[in-house]
Each structure stands twice: as structure tokens, then as C-alpha cells.
């Protein structure tokens, strides 16, 4: 194989067969490709895109590049969820524990933040003493005992895929709906699914912003784990907003626990009911969503849901306290509270900015390799459309220093537009889609939810 003449089809727009990728692959995972060949190949593919076949045997490929999950012995369906990531998006550690108290096995692999958009691993690592990388056999065998395990990538899963993200985030490929598709799909196929459930998000803080590019990438996972024997649904929600009012790792763990106590933002709670009523008709426990729905609301407020989180906790060696008493978190310095500077409407709370701003805290990474302060972040309790008057305090900043509660201000101060009027926000789940299209979901309980259950958490008590 002469990884030149490889470079050069795809550059003038030619394709690579089922084949080539496979050993491209192959021989880039043991080391007999250079980084430098490997970086022209992606900025073609960037540029010439990739045939549907080109993509499957990619993501094949990636997938079979390392061990998988063999779950042949379960009798439990096996499903998990994947978000393509944003702000204050803690529906992962609701979720989890809600759908596996129900009788789901949820082997959940998440990533970490970088950029604006949070990462579900770096949330967990906050609670004192848990642990994310888990072997894999170690994560089957909880998986089996409990029904969950929250782990992380392992060298073991997808090992080129690993490589290659990162020499795409080095080489500003990561934006290729193809490759991001295949890198994707070659972790969730490498857990041993039997189905998976998608939250594809849209607005200015997403990761594609641009609403047809996220049906697009849907529609592609949808094809890749169909194919492959496992069923997938998306729904589109919005993301041109903070999910729920805590924003940054602790204060996330925080509001996930204050969910499963029932105490939780009626948005945070509407993307995580209806992904898990997807998960839980998929997994055959509910006839529909509405069954699945109730089912999932008495197991919440019985308190089995928390209990489940506490278990998961203390089988990856965390400290399982904290769920029901969340202080024992570790605490922010500073506490601040932001005012309105004007009375008004509010206008946009910005996702992006507010990322940014934790990143400026400390709480957030520039490169893989930074290290965070999990302690820092935004509870925002203004919502768009919400009348506020001036003085008003309307967020509150969790810091570590003075450094960080002017950062912290200029933040909120670019993020919170207050104006005379406002548009209306997007709607919070605004498609479904499946292998058969892409249909408009109508459903849109939680703006009648008129307040937010008082939750005297974040130290405001
Ligand atoms: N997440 C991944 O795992 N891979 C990508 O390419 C993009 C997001």
C-alpha cells in the first residue's frame, strides 16, 4: 500500500475502497504511518468529503481496531446515549441511573470537555474518589452486578480512533461529518449496543450549529448503527441556551443530584425523560412513551433512581455521600451573585460565551492535556423571556479568586443580553429522527411548566 498514492485520490476527489481503509488503519495503528501522511489524508477527506462506503469501512475499521464488549451472556438490553455536547448538558448523569434502575444494562462511555462544551468524565471525576478508567472487563462485570458503568475511552476501545482525533484536533479536521460519524459510531459499536440514543444538538452553542449539518450527521450515525445491527434514534434539542441553570463540573453533579431528588429544571428533566423513554421502548421494558414516562417518574421520586447513582458511585470507588448530601462536594472559594445591569427582557443567555467564561475560571480546557478546576462555574437563573429589573441578581459565580470573579463578571456581562423584547428561544426538542426520516416532535410539555421547584441548593439556602 503506498500511502501517497492513497493521499492523492482522495485529494483530486477520487475513493478509497473497503480495503485501503482497512489497511490504512491498520498499519497507522502500528505505527507504520507517519503522522504527516495521515494529517493530508484527513485535510482531503476534510475537503472531498467521503463516500457512504468510505465512512462505514472507516468507522469499521477504528471499531475493530480494539476490543469490544461482549455482552452475549446478558440477558438485559444494552443501551446507552450520546450528545453532541454543549453547556450545562448533565442529562447523562440523570439518565444513566434512571433508565439502569429500570432494568437497562447502560454501559455509557463519554468524553471530556473541550472547548466551550462541558465532558460528562470530567463532571464525575468532581465527586471525590471516582473513577472513570475502568478496564474494560472491569466495566462489563458492573455493568452485570449493577446495570451501569460511567467510564471513559480506554486504550483498549477504538485505539486508532484515539490517535486520530487527536491528530485531527492538532490539524483542524474535526469538522468533517464523515470522520465524525465514524469516530463516534466505532466507540459506541466497539461497547456491544443494542441500541443507542442520540441528542443532536442545535443553536449557537452546539457543536454544529447549523441545523441541517446536525440532521445530517444524525441521519449518517443513524445509517452506520442500523447497518451494523444496532437500532438508533436522534432527537434534535436546543442548545442556543445553557441546559438548566448550573453550568461548570461541580455545580453540574449538583443539579444531576438535585434531578434525581426530583428537584430538578423542568428543561433538564424533559430532554432526559425523553431520551430515556426512547431508551426504555427501545430496550422493550416500556409498550410506549407514555408507560415509559410514568415508570420513569415513580422510579424517580421512590428515590430509586438516587439510589442508583449512589451505587454506581461507590462501585467506581467514589464517595457515594454526596448524593444525599451534595456539600460534601468540593466547594468554590468565591460565591458572587451577578445583578441585572438593566431592567428588561432577557434576550440570549449565549452557551458559548458562558463555556468560555468557565474556561476562563479554570474550569474548562484549552488542550487535552490542561488540567480544571472542577469547582468553578455559573448557576444562571434567568431564562429567555424572563422580566428582570435592574439590580436583580440574576446568576451567581463560583470562583477561586478575585482574577476569577472579574472574568467570571465580563462573561455574563457578553453571554446575558437584556433587552426591550426577545425572540423566542428554540424549541427544546424540536425532531425526531430515525432510519425513516426526520419527523417535527410536537410535543412541548415543559413550557407549560410554570415555575422552577424551589431547590435550595448552590449554597443559597
Ligand atoms: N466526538 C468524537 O468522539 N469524535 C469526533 O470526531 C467528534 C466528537
Given at each position: 500500500?503506498?500511502?501517497?498514492?492513497?493521499?492523492?485520490?482522495?485529494?483530486?476527489?477520487?475513493?478509497?475502497?473497503?480495503?485501503?481503509?482497512?489497511?490504512?488503519?491498520?498499519?497507522?495503528?502500528?505505527?507504520?504511518?507517519?503522522?504527516?501522511?495521515?494529517?493530508?489524508?484527513?485535510?482531503?477527506?476534510?475537503?472531498?468529503g467521503m463516500a457512504h462506503a468510505e465512512t462505514t469501512a472507516l468507522m469499521e475499521a477504528m471499531r475493530d481496531s480494539g476490543a469490544s464488549l461482549d455482552f452475549s451472556g446478558l440477558a438485559k438490553s444494552r443501551l446507552d446515549k450520546h450528545s453532541t455536547g454543549g453547556v450545562g448538558d448533565k442529562v447523562s448523569l440523570v439518565l444513566a441511573p434512571l433508565v439502569s434502575a429500570l432494568g437497562v444494562a447502560v454501559p455509557m462511555?463519554?468524553?471530556?470537555?473541550?472547548?466551550?462544551t462541558g465532558g460528562t468524565l470530567d463532571k464525575l471525576e468532581s465527586i471525590p474518589g471516582f473513577r472513570t478508567d475502568l478496564t474494560l472487563d472491569a466495566a462489563k462485570a458492573q455493568v452485570e452486578r449493577?446495570?451501569?458503568?460511567?467510564?471513559?475511552?480506554?486504550?483498549?476501545?477504538?485505539?486508532?480512533?484515539?490517535?486520530?482525533?487527536?491528530?485531527?484536533?492538532?490539524?483542524?479536521?474535526?469538522?468533517?461529518?464523515?470522520?465524525i460519524a465514524a469516530s463516534i459510531m466505532s466507540k459506541k459499536l466497539a461497547e456491544g449496543l443494542s441500541g443507542l440514543v442520540l441528542d443532536?444538538?442545535?443553536?449557537?452553542?452546539?457543536?454544529?450549529?447549523?441545523?441541517d449539518r446536525?440532521?445530517?450527521?444524525?441521519?449518517?450515525m443513524i445509517a452506520l448503527g442500523e447497518a451494523n445491527g444496532c437500532p438508533v434514534v436522534a432527537l434534535m434539542t436546543a442548545m442556543d441556551r445553557p441546559l438548566g441553570r448550573?453550568?461548570?463540573?461541580?455545580?453540574?453533579?449538583?443539579?444531576?443530584?438535585?434531578?434525581?431528588?426530583?428537584?430538578?429544571?423542568?428543561?433538564?428533566?424533559?430532554?432526559?425523560?425523553?431520551?430515556?423513554?426512547?431508551?426504555?421502548?427501545?430496550?422493550?421494558v416500556a409498550r410506549g412513551v407514555d408507560e415509559a414516562r410514568r415508570r420513569m417518574e415513580v422510579c424517580l421520586s421512590s428515590g430509586k433512581a438516587a439510589e442508583q447513582l449512589a451505587r454506581i458511585i461507590e462501585a467506581q470507588g467514589g464517595d457515594a455521600s454526596v448524593v444525599d448530601d451534595p456539600a460534601r462536594l468540593p466547594q468554590a472559594r468565591m460565591v458572587e451573585f451577578y445583578s441585572a445591569p438593566r431592567a428588561g427582557v432577557i434576550a440570549r443567555v449565549e452557551p458559548r460565551a458562558i463555556g468560555r467564561g468557565i474556561t476562563a475560571l479554570g474550569g474548562g480546557r484549552r488542550t487535552m492535556d490542561d488540567r480544571i478546576d472542577a469547582t468553578v462555574g455559573f448557576v444562571i437563573r434567568a431564562r429567555p423571556g424572563d422580566v428582570v429589573k435592574v439590580g436583580e441578581p440574576i446568576a451567581t459565580i463560583f470562583t477561586r479568586d478575585e482574577?476569577?470573579?472579574?472574568?467570571?463578571?465580563?462573561?455574563?456581562?457578553?453571554?446575558?443580553?437584556?433587552?426591550?423584547?426577545?425572540?423566542?428561544?428554540l424549541p427544546l426538542i424540536s425532531h425526531r429522527i430515525t432510519k425513516d426520516g426526520v419527523a417535527v416532535y410536537e410535543s412541548e410539555p415543559w413550557v407549560r411548566t410554570a415555575e422552577y421547584p424551589v431547590y435550595k441548593g448552590f449554597g443559597e439556602q
Open positions: 500500500m503506498l500511502v501517497t498514492r492513497l493521499i492523492e485520490r482522495k485529494r483530486d476527489g477520487g475513493e478509497l475502497t473497503q480495503m485501503e481503509w482497512g489497511q490504512l488503519v491498520t498499519a497507522y495503528g502500528a505505527g507504520e504511518v507517519p503522522d504527516y501522511q495521515m494529517s493530508a489524508l484527513l485535510m482531503a477527506v476534510f475537503f472531498r462511555m463519554s468524553g471530556r470537555g473541550l472547548g466551550h449493577i446495570g451501569c458503568a460511567l467510564i471513559g475511552q480506554t486504550g483498549e476501545i477504538a485505539p486508532v480512533d484515539k490517535r486520530l482525533y487527536a491528530l485531527r484536533d492538532a490539524t483542524s479536521t474535526v469538522d468533517a461529518i464523515p470522520l443532536i444538538k442545535r443553536g449557537s452553542g452546539a457543536f454544529l450549529p447549523d441545523f446536525g440532521v445530517e450527521l444524525a441521519r449518517l448550573a453550568c461548570g463540573n461541580v455545580l453540574e453533579v449538583e443539579e444531576a443530584i438535585a434531578c434525581l431528588h426530583g428537584e430538578g429544571p423542568p428543561d433538564v428533566m424533559e430532554v432526559t425523560y425523553t431520551l430515556g423513554a426512547e431508551m426504555l421502548v427501545m430496550a422493550g482574577a476569577g470573579l472579574a472574568a467570571g463578571m465580563a462573561a455574563l456581562a457578553e453571554a446575558i443580553t437584556i433587552a426591550e423584547e426577545a425572540d423566542p428561544p
